[in-house]
């Protein structure tokens, strides 16, 4: 799809379709989703940043969000090397002495209306979050210095960001800092939480896997351990692979703890419940 600002074609991205489901964890949601609301004329939508452990729902919870308002969802995947024309809009070299200005999953979703998720957002440069200053404050527009122009937000446009919670999220100057508010921090989920996220992802595993990885689960973050829903569904996911070669019932408690070794590492065995009858 191509749309014309200021005289320049700008070809479009497309939207992200992915089948993503949110489970439990309610009041992250009603927060993202109040931090987008629009309650008055005079009132502008806020720009959240979701932040958590890696592997915690971060990308699921902006996504699925999202998808609640029944919006186009466009992911704009932050790293290091982003450029801040790679965030607007990039010329393409088309045939002879031509340009083609390929608009951004960002740009695309300013113009159509839809939301953009600024994924791991604290991978970028302050350079590159520069560009997008008067984007999020009042004036929501970005200027492309490549194609020479000024490009305005749709009403509609939302924008959330996800960060880790590590060290390199604070490097951030304050100016950006300012303009990514609130900041909706995603916890480890409940017990009864954690067991239906591993059962929405692995629908066709049996319970008793799902209970023995969820409680691994909850014992390491009863530690502070870092691990998080995404170790739990590979955890769970490759135990159900292991179990299903296996021959013998004795076999799942074997598959459960190799799958644990092979995802985490030895360490993550001193989270595991031990029913076998020990020998010393
Ligand atoms: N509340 C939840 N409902 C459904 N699935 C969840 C939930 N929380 C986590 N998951 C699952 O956990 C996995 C990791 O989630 P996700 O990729 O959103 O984490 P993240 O915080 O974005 O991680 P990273 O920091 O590495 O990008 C996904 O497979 C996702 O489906
Ligand atoms: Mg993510």
Avoid: C
């Avoid at 991205?13 to 008055?40: F, K, N, Y």
């Avoid at 609640?68 to 290091?80: C, G, P, W």
């Avoid at 393409?92 to 939301?115: D, H, K, N, Q």
């Avoid at 993550?268 to 419940?273: E, K, Q, S």
Wanted: glycine share 4%; charged share 25%.
């Amino acid at each position: 799809m191509i749309v014309e600002i200021e005289g320049v074609p700008l070809h479009l991205a497309h939207p992200d379709e992915l089948s993503i489901t949110w489970v439990g964890q309610e009041e992250v949601m009603r927060q993202l989703l109040a931090a987008w609301l629009v309650i008055d004329p005079q009132d502008l939508p806020m720009n959240p940043r979701l932040l958590g452990k890696p592997g915690v729902g971060k990308t699921t919870l902006a996504y699925a969000a999202a998808k609640r308002l029944d919006r186009e969802v466009y992911i704009m995947q932050a790293t290091a090397d982003t450029r801040p024309e790679d965030l607007l809009v990039t010329p393409v070299i088309e045939g002879e002495a031509r340009l083609r200005y390929v608009a951004s999953p960002l740009v695309t979703a300013m113009l159509r209306g839809g939301i953009v998720i600024l994924d791991e957002g604290n991978r970028m440069s302050e350079k590159s979050w520069a560009s997008l200053a008067p984007l999020l404050d009042n004036r929501r527009y970005v200027e492309s210095i490549v194609a020479g122009i000024k490009i305005k937000a749709h009403p509609l446009f939302r924008v959330v960001a996800t960060m880790n919670d590590d060290a390199s999220t604070f490097d951030l100057p304050e100016y950006i800092h300012s303009r990514l508010q609130p900041m909706i921090l995603i916890d480890f989920p409940e017990r009864h939480e954690e067991f239906a996220i591993l059962r929405e992802n692995l629908p066709f595993g049996d319970d008793h896997i799902l209970n023995y990885v969820t409680d691994f689960l909850q014992q390491a973050h009863a530690a502070d351990e870092r691990y998080t829903a995404r170790d739990g569904i590979n955890i769970a996911r490759y135990a159900i692979k292991l179990k299903s070669l296996a021959t013998d019932r004795t076999h799942e408690q074997q598959a459960l703890e190799t799958a644990v070794i092979e995802t985490l590492g030895e360490e993550a065995l001193r989270y595991v419940r031990r029913n076998r009858p020990t020998t010393s």
